[in-house]
C-alpha cells in the first residue's frame, strides 16, 4: 500500500464546509489502483459524502480487510481513525470498536471476495447482530490482486479475460443481507455518482447495518466483453428501482413531486431519505418484495439499484448488547469501580 501523500492546495476559492474543512483536507494519499479503476470512483463519492455531512475526522473510523478494495479507507479522510484488518476479518474489528467507541461513525470497506468467500461468516453475523456501520462492497466480480480469478459474485456464463466461463452460482450480496436482518440495503455503480452520493449518506447517518453492494468494474481483468461486471454490460443491465435522495437534518431544501409519487423515511440519526418509485411494483419497505425485486432482475440479466430495503424499527447492536453510549475511556472511576460491597452483590447472583 502506498503512503505517498498527494500534494495539499488551498486556494482562497476552494469550497469549505460548515466545519471550515475543503474537500482536500478529506482526501487520503496517492491511490496506487490501476488508472480507471472503479474503487477510485467509490473513495471519491465518500470523500465527497463526508464532506457534505460536515464530518468531523476525529469522530469517524474506517476499517477494510484485504484485497484491492481493502486499499481504499487509505484513500480518504487521512486524518480519521482507521485500521486494515485480516482477510475477511474487518467485521470483528468494527464490532469492537463499535463497542468501545458508540460514538464513532464507522465505514467498513471490503471486496466480493474479502465479504463473500474468507469473511462470509463474519459479514452474516456483522449483519445479524446489526452493527452500526456502513459496510460498502466494492464489488467487481474477481480476485484483482491475484490475476482475475472469479469471485463468489461472478455471474453465472460470465466470462474470464482469457475466455473461461463461470459455471458456479453466485452469491448476492443484498439478497443475503436481507435475509439476514440488514436494516438497510442498496446496489449501485461507481460510475453514477448522481446515485451513489445520497446512498452513501443514508447509509452513514442510518441507525443499524447499512449495506451497499456497488459494482465497481476491473479495468485491467474483468472489463472485457462477456463479463457481467464490465462498464458497458453494468451501464446496459443497471435497472433504478427506487430513486433515492437524502435529505440532511436543519437544511432548508424545498422538494418537489407529484402527490403520491414519494414517500420520506425519518433516519434515526437525524435527516430523512425520500424515495421516488420509478417502478410501482417494487417497495424498499417490503422485504419480500426487496428480495423478490431483486431475484426478478438478475432472472432478467438486469442489475436492480437503488435503496432496496430499509427498516428503521429496529434495535443496533449497542441497545442490543445494552453497552454504554460513548467512549469507554469516558467512564469514570467510580462508575468503573463501585466498591467491595457492589461486587459481592454481584457475586451472590450468581451462588
Known amino acids: ?11 482562497d476559492s476552494d469550497p469549505r464546509n460548515k466545519l471550515g474543512m475543503t474537500f482536500d483536507d478529506y482526501e487520503g494519499v496517492m491511490s496506487t489502483l ?5 474503487h477510485d470512483s467509490i473513495t471519491g463519492a465518500i470523500i465527497q459524502t463526508v464532506f ?17 478494495s481493502s486499499k481504499t479507507p487509505a484513500y ?43 469473511g462470509m461468516g463474519q459479514f452474516s453475523h456483522a449483519v445479524r447482530r446489526n452493527l452500526n456501520m456502513l459496510y460498502i462492497i466494492e464489488n467487481n466480480g474477481v480476485y484483482g490482486l491475484t490475476k482475475g480469478q472469479f469471485s463468489a459474485s461472478a455471474d453465472v456464463g460470465s466470462t474470464a479475460k482469457k475466455g473461461a466461463a463461470n459455471l458456479q452460482t453466485p452469491i448476492d450480496p443484498c439478497s443475503i443481507a436481507i435475509n439476514l436482518g440488514a436494516t438497510f440495503v442498496a446496489r449501485s455503480f461507481s460510475g453514477d455518482k448522481e446515485q451513489l452520493i445520497p446512498l452513501l449518506k443514508a447509509g452513514l447517518m442510518h441507525r443499524g447495518f447499512a449495506m ?36 440532511a437534518p436543519f437544511s432548508e431544501i ?33 422485504r419480500s418484495q426487496s428480495i423478490n425485486g431483486i ?47 457492589a461486587l459481592n452483590e454481584l457475586l451472590d447472583n450468581y451462588k
Not at 34 to 38: E, I, W
Not at 81 to 101: E, I, K, L, W
Not at 263 to 274: A, C, I, P, T
Open 52 to 68: 457534505d455531512l460536515n464530518i468531523e475526522p476525529h469522530k469517524m473510523i474506517k476499517l477494510s480487510g484485504i484485497g484491492c
Open 1 to 11: 500500500m502506498s503512503y505517498i501523500k498527494k500534494p495539499k492546495i488551498i486556494r
Open 295 to 341: 431475484k426478478e432482475a438478475s432472472d432478467k440479466g438486469e442489475v436492480l439499484t437503488g435503496l432496496l430495503y430499509i427498516d428503521e424499527s429496529q434495535p443496533d447492536f449497542t441497545e442490543v448488547e445494552n453497552t454504554i453510549n460513548g467512549a469507554l475511556n469516558s467512564v469514570s472511576y467510580d462508575d468503573l469501580c463501585p466498591g467491595s460491597k
Open 34 to 38: 490501476c488508472a480507471g479503476c472503479g
Open 76 to 118: 480518504f479522510a487521512s486524518q480519521s481513525h482507521g485500521f486494515n484488518s485480516v482477510h475477511g476479518r474487518m467485521p470483528s474489528v468494527a464490532t469492537g470498536a463499535n463497542a468501545a467507541n458508540s460514538e464513532l461513525l464507522c465505514i467498513g470497506v471490503s471486496g466480493d471476495g474479502d465479504t463473500l468467500s474468507i
Open 212 to 247: 451497499i453492494d456497488v459494482i465497481s468494474p476491473c479495468v485491467t481483468f474483468n472489463d472485457h466483453e462477456g463479463s457481467t461486471k464490465s462498464y458497458l454490460s453494468t451501464r446496459e443491465t443497471k435497472r433504478e428501482a427506487v430513486y433515492t435522495d437524502y435529505i
Open 254 to 286: 424545498e422538494v418537489q413531486y407529484e402527490e403520491g409519487s414519494s414517500l420520506e423515511v425519518d433516519l434515526h440519526e437525524g435527516g430523512k431519505v425520500l424515495l421516488r418509485k420509478t417502478d410501482d411494483s417494487f417497495s424498499p419497505l417490503d
